[in-house]
Nanobody, 121 residues
């Protein structure tokens, strides 16, 4: 059983938008920070965004600031990554994650299976 399940995979032209969702249906990670990483072909996995378990603090990679918005629902089971003004450099497999700290400065304890985002020029 996959602990975190992503959805929202898609292909859009440059300037378009997508919203990714990640569900923790077992409520296993309701007390953990949640967020997203991505991995483009031939590149290392990189941090995108994170939100604390209470939702009061978010942290974004420089590449995501001003374009991406991360939020979580009140039940703390689902997180959403709204991505606007996408460009071809955003093309990657996006992985949902749960962990400590704000993920980039903590430890990831669970990963989703990944969902493909493709942006055409």
């Amino acid at each position: 059983q996959v602990p975190l399940v992503e959805s929202g995979e898609g292909s859009v032209p440059a300037g378009g938008s997508l919203r990714l969702s990640c569900v923790d249906s077992g409520r296993t990670f309701s007390s953990y920070a949640r967020g997203w990483f991505r991995q483009a072909p031939g590149k290392d996995r990189e941090f995108v965004a994170a939100i604390t378990w209470g939702g009061e603090t978010t942290h974004y990679a420089d590449s995501a600031k001003g374009r991406f918005t991360l939020s979580r629902d009140g039940a703390k089971t689902t997180v959403y990554l709204q991505m606007n003004n996408l460009n071809p450099e955003d093309t990657a497999i996006y992985y949902c994650a749960a962990g400590t700290g704000l993920l980039v400065d903590g430890t990831v304890v669970a990963w989703g299976q990944g969902t493909q985002v493709t942006v055409s020029s």
